[in-house]
């Protein structure tokens, strides 16, 4: 196991156990993940890859409060399943009938090592700059849907606001991320 390895899983475990800022240095390695993956579908014109990124984060961030090292894959294996899988999940929703066109590249998820070390550069930029373009509601919102939190009438309850202030939160912060991503790649 290399030392980039042993550093990951200590982060992983540091973030399980409620360490905010192990979690965000995860997030900062593996967040351009997201994007590279809702890349890799084939999607119908009504459908932006970019709205599909912003909610692979959540399968980052559900990757990251899942692993298990001791499951038989490693970190990057399992986060690129989580991604796909929430990606895929909102495909279906948003598209039932275009499921033939989700022709989906796994590539990504073998990266030669000078592509690895791009993509941990581009996540740490990524996740610094969520963090700050991001105000204190969104942020609180992103976290409960993160945290499986995903009913609006759920979401409102625990924040005490309306639903429609839930709906307002995540349509302005997934506009917020996507304009990030549209600056800067």
């Not at 390895?5 to 360490?19: F, H, P, R, S, W």
């Not at 990124?53 to 298990?68: E, K």
């Not at 598209?95 to 941990?120: G, V």
């Not at 429609?164 to 912060?173: A, E, T």
Request: charged share 30%.
């Amino acid at each position: 196991m290399t030392l980039d390895e042993v550093d990951e899983l200590q982060l992983i475990k540091n973030a399980q156990g409620g360490d905010e800022r192990a979690e965000d240095e995860l997030l900062r390695r593996y967040i351009p993940l997201a994007k590279i993956i809702a890349h890799s579908f084939n999607l119908p014109d009504a459908l932006d890859a970019d709205d599909l990124a912003s909610g692979g984060m959540l399968g980052l961030v559900r990757a990251i409060r899942s692993y298990d090292p001791n499951g038989g894959a490693a970190f990057k294996t399992y986060a690129c399943r989580c991604i796909r899988n929430i990606i895929l999940d909102a495909l279906r929703h948003a598209a039932p009938n275009e499921e033939e066109a989700l022709d989906e590249n796994s590539a990504f998820c073998d990266l030669d090592p000078e592509a690895q070390y791009i993509e941990k550069e581009n996540m740490q930029w990524l996740t610094s700059s969520i963090a700050n373009t991001l105000n204190e509601s969104e942020l609180e919102v992103l976290e409960l849907y993160l945290d499986d939190v995903t009913s609006y009438d759920d979401i409102s309850s625990k924040l005490g606001v309306t639903r429609k202030k839930v709906d307002n939160l995540l349509y302005g912060l997934r506009k917020k991320i996507r304009k990030l991503l549209d600056e800067n790649y």
